[in-house]
């Protein structure tokens, strides 16, 4: 099945800075690779994704990219804010349509 | 209202008991889920629904039964679990087109004792 790697799994920054996650995925037939962000006690919730017929995709402060050649992809968010502090968690579609998460990475912003 | 709800929010049993978690979702959509989350370790996907006819189980212990008698409802049954069982347990679904997102529920967090 997929295997998807998250790294890093904490990461701190200061209000306004940038933070970048990254994953990669082992599946090649994977086509779609959602962010999910989750808020202590509650429930993921979709922030951004990709679909495999792109390379980048940006949503105000929020970006992603998705190399297909090096199955990776990534998550960058800019002019961090503390409420931005929380787990973010990478995902990838198989082929068979199960999405498969990676182990999460805890971002907090320090004001 | 998330569109997807599930029921308890939070269970406490032992061993022994059987109980069961109840997912209901309002987004009329055709696939639904069962994940595991425990700390320090990636959401697990244990059994996708597709139009109540089950596509996936992902190597899930027998303890855990799920039920789908319908595409809006999902249960999971358990029995006999162990403590290293207790985690939260996430109910999703999604329209089953490709590339479309999941919705997840609140979850029920589980503690097995």
């Known amino acids: 099945g997929e295997n998807v790697e998250q790294h890093p799994s904490t990461l701190s920054v200061q209000e306004g800075d940038s933070a970048v996650i990254k994953c990669t995925y082992s599946?090649?037939?994977?086509?779609?690779f959602p962010w999910y962000k989750q808020e202590l006690g509650k429930r993921p919730q979709l922030i951004i994704d990709?679909?495999?017929?792109?390379g980048e995709k940006k949503d105000q402060r929020i970006a992603v990219t998705l190399n297909k050649t090096a199955k990776h992809f990534s998550l960058h968010i800019t002019e961090t804010q503390p409420e931005d502090s929380a787990v973010y968690f990478c995902?990838?579609?198989?082929?068979?349509?199960?999405?498969?998460f990676g182990t999460g990475t805890r971002l907090t912003v320090i004001p | 209202e998330t569109g997807v709800t599930q029921t308890p929010r939070h269970l406490v049993m032992g061993m022994t008991n059987k109980k069961s978690l109840k997912c209901e979702q309002h987004l009329g959509h055709n696939v639904m889920y069962w994940y595991k989350q425990s700390a320090k370790k990636p959401l697990e996907l244990m059994f996708v629904?597709?139009?109540?006819?089950?596509?996936e189980n992902n190597s899930v212990p027998s303890r855990f039964s799920p039920e789908c008698p319908n595409s809006s409802h999902l249960f999971l049954h358990l029995h006999t679990l162990q403590p290293e069982d207790s985690a939260l347990y996430l109910c999703?679904?999604?329209?089953?087109?490709?590339?479309?997102?999941?919705?997840f529920g609140n979850g029920t967090r589980l503690t097995v004792t």
């Open positions: 629904y597709n139009f109540k006819e089950q596509t």
């Open positions: 599946d090649s037939a994977s086509n779609y």
């Open positions: 990709i679909r495999s017929n792109v």
């Open positions: 999703a679904s999604s329209q089953g087109a490709d590339n479309s997102p999941l919705h």
């Open positions: 995902a990838a579609l198989t082929g068979a349509n199960n999405l498969f």
